[in-house]
C-alpha cells in the first residue's frame, strides 16, 4: 500500500495552459490541480487543498494580470518565488482547415494581447476565452473550420488540432513571470547569502507629496525597486493601493531602513514575501 502524499500544485486554467507548462518545468513532482479562476486557485492553497499556487503575475508584452494584483493582499497567501517563462503563442485548429479558411481566433485576453499585430496582418478577429487551453479544448469539441484558437504547444497535441502558425507573439522576448504562493506556516526563509526579491502593498497618506516621501527612503537607502504599479481599489479614486517590487531582504541592510522611512508616510503596508531572486533577472539583456 503506497501512503506517500500525493503534493499539489494549483493553477488558474484548463490542462494544457501555460501555467500547467511552468509547473510540469519546474515542479514536476507535484500533481498539477487545474482550477477554473484565479479566486478559486487561491481558496485550494489557502484552504489546504494545494501545498502551492502558480500563478502568472505579469507578461513582458501584455503587462500585469489584473486579477492577481487585487486577491494578493490580506489571501492569507505569501510568496516564495518566482519563474520566467519565455512564451511562444501558437495558433492551431481542426486538422481538416487551412489558415486561410480562419476569420476568429478565441484565446484568453492576456494571449490575445500579446498577438495583436500578427492577428491584425491575418485578418482574424479576436475573441475573449476564459482560459487558452480551455478556447483549445472548445474547438477540439465544436470542429469549426472558420475558427481557431491561441494556445501554448502542449495544447494541439492534447486537444488533437493542427498547429497552423507558430510564434503569433508581436516581440521575440515574450516572457511570462509566474509567482509560486503557499500559506504562510508553509514559508522558510531563503538561506542566507542568496539574492532576494520582496514584494510589498502600500497606501501613502492623504497629504501633500506622501509618494514622493514615501519613495524617498529607497532611493537614499540604495534600495533598488524594480517595480511600481498602482491600482484603484473598491472603485474609488482616492484609494490607491501601491505594488513594489525590490531587490533585498526586509530585515537587512538598506531596505531595512527604506521600510522603516515608509511608515511614516504610508499606512497599510503589507509584505507579500521574501523570496530568492529568479537568475532570469541577471542574464543578458535584462539589466
Not at 36 to 60: H, K, Q, W, Y
Request: charged fraction near 25%; aromatic fraction near 8%.
Amino acid at each position: 500500500m503506497n501512503t506517500q502524499t500525493i503534493r499539489k500544485i494549483a493553477y488558474q486554467g484548463e490542462p494544457g495552459a501555460f501555467s500547467h507548462q511552468a509547473i510540469k518545468r519546474w515542479f514536476g513532482e507535484f500533481t498539477p490541480a487545474p482550477y477554473p479562476t484565479f479566486e478559486a486557485a487561491f481558496a485550494a492553497v489557502r484552504d489546504g487543498e494545494c501545498e502551492l499556487g502558480m500563478i502568472p503575475v505579469e507578461n513582458s508584452v501584455a503587462g500585469r494580470v489584473t486579477d492577481v494584483h487585487h486577491l494578493l493582499p490580506n489571501s492569507g497567501l505569501k510568496i516564495i518565488g518566482e519563474r520566467f517563462l519565455p512564451i511562444e503563442m501558437i495558433l492551431m485548429g481542426v486538422p481538416e482547415t487551412k489558415l486561410e479558411n480562419i476569420r476568429v481566433a478565441a484565446s484568453h485576453t492576456m494571449a490575445l494581447l500579446q498577438c495583436r499585430k500578427a492577428l491584425r496582418e491575418l485578418n482574424i478577429t479576436a475573441e475573449v476565452f476564459h482560459d487558452t487551453a480551455g478556447a483549445a479544448r472548445a474547438l477540439s469539441e465544436t470542429r469549426e473550420l472558420d475558427r481557431a484558437v491561441i494556445a501554448p504547444e502542449p495544447a494541439a497535441e492534447l486537444y488533437g488540432l493542427k498547429i497552423l502558425r507558430r510564434h503569433m507573439e508581436d516581440a521575440q522576448n515574450n516572457t511570462t513571470r509566474f509567482l509560486i504562493l503557499t500559506t504562510e506556516d508553509r514559508v522558510v526563509e531563503p538561506e542566507p547569502g542568496i539574492d532576494c526579491m520582496t514584494s510589498f502593498i502600500f497606501r501613502v497618506k492623504n497629504i501633500p507629496a506622501s509618494l514622493y516621501k514615501a519613495l524617498g527612503g529607497f532611493a537614499t537607502n540604495g534600495v533598488n525597486m524594480t517595480k511600481l504599479e498602482s491600482y484603484i481599489e473598491n472603485g474609488v479614486f482616492a484609494s490607491t493601493v501601491f505594488y513594489c517590487d525590490v531587490e533585498g531582504r526586509p530585515t537587512e541592510g538598506g531596505l531595512k531602513q527604506a521600510l522603516e522611512e515608509l511608515n511614516f508616510f504610508a499606512v497599510d503596508v503589507e509584505i507579500l514575501g521574501t523570496y530568492p531572486l529568479d537568475p532570469f533577472r541577471n542574464s543578458e539583456g535584462q539589466r
